[in-house]
């Protein structure tokens, strides 16, 4: 079982940044792939991007257009979501998610086994 504990989020201006952060437990961190995905009012859930187990490598949605970075601290085990130039299309509720079983990122959120309760970013314009 994992548990995933995302914070961060918040009210910021459009051009503004934030920084997520998921905190994880319960499994070896370093064995899992860790991703991010939004979901706003009405829509479906929207790939952000993920990172592999090393973080050596890592996928991002086209919607982020080099302005997103995700990163990894296994020591830590912490995922984090370096987000700037936001615009208002980028409100929504941000989820992290773990999956277990693949070594690779993937876009699709049903090879996701958890996922955090989410953090609210609201980019105002």
């Known amino acids: 079982q994992v548990q995933l504990v995302e914070s961060g989020g918040g009210l910021v201006q459009a051009g503004g940044s934030l920084r997520l952060s998921c905190v994880a437990s319960?499994?070896?961190?370093?064995?899992?792939?860790m991703a991010w995905f939004r979901q706003a009012p009405g829509e479906e859930r929207e790939f952000v991007a993920a990172?592999?187990?090393?973080?050596?490598?890592?996928y991002y949605g086209h919607f982020t257009q080099g302005r997103f970075t995700i990163s990894r601290d296994n020591a830590k085990t912490t995922v984090y979501l370096e987000m700037n130039s936001l615009k208002a299309d980028d409100t929504a509720v941000y989820y992290c998610?773990?999956?277990?079983?693949?070594?690779?990122?993937?876009?699709?959120?049903?090879?996701?086994?958890?996922w955090g309760q989410g953090t609210q970013v609201t980019v105002s314009s």
């Open positions: 990172i592999s187990r090393s973080g050596g490598t890592s």
């Open positions: 998610a773990a999956d277990t079983d693949r070594s690779d990122g993937s876009s699709d959120y049903r090879d996701y086994d958890y």
């Open positions: 319960g499994h070896t961190f370093r064995n899992n792939v």
